[in-house]
């Protein structure tokens, strides 16, 4: 129901439209039914916000440009915040058995799976590596926090690459392929 969902929106007029009013109102009973809290629901929607906008200003470049990119902008939202539903209500296991069905290659329901699966490791690494950083930041400067925060992220992504070559050489030695 959701990927009809997404096409549906993705056909919707170039132009806003009164048509748009018909997705917005199925996410609102689909948000109620979900019982989603809706600051949890904002908090997944804003951090897929910025790749929203990005795409937008994609849309500048068209002759016209204004309605172009507000259609841009509420369909992207109007597909994001349907996902977001669709996790929020449905377990990823059944989510992977639903793709295998669907018969998605085997190697990318493995990649969801060991990503799912390390999601919270990884985020604990982040945690312990920002308490470290502020363990050794005494200034309040919004600039220097701005940088530190990249580094820690690039470092992040470091760690990240060398202990998913250590767990796949650790797979590889116990058989898998």
Known sequence: MTFAFIVGVTLLPRRPHSAYWVPTAILAAAWVLSRMPFRTGLKRVLVAEVFIIGLAFLSLFSPSTAPVFLSAFLKSNLCVLGLVLLTWSTPFHELLLVLRRIRVPAILLTTLALMYRYLPVISGEAQRMQRAR????????????????????????????VRGERIYLAMCARGWK
Do not use: P
Request: proline share 0%.
């Open 134 to 161: 502020a363990s050794r930041t005494f200034s309040n400067r919004r600039f220097l926090a701005w940088h530190s925060l990249g580094a820690v992220i690039g470092q992040l992504f470091v760690r990240c690459v």
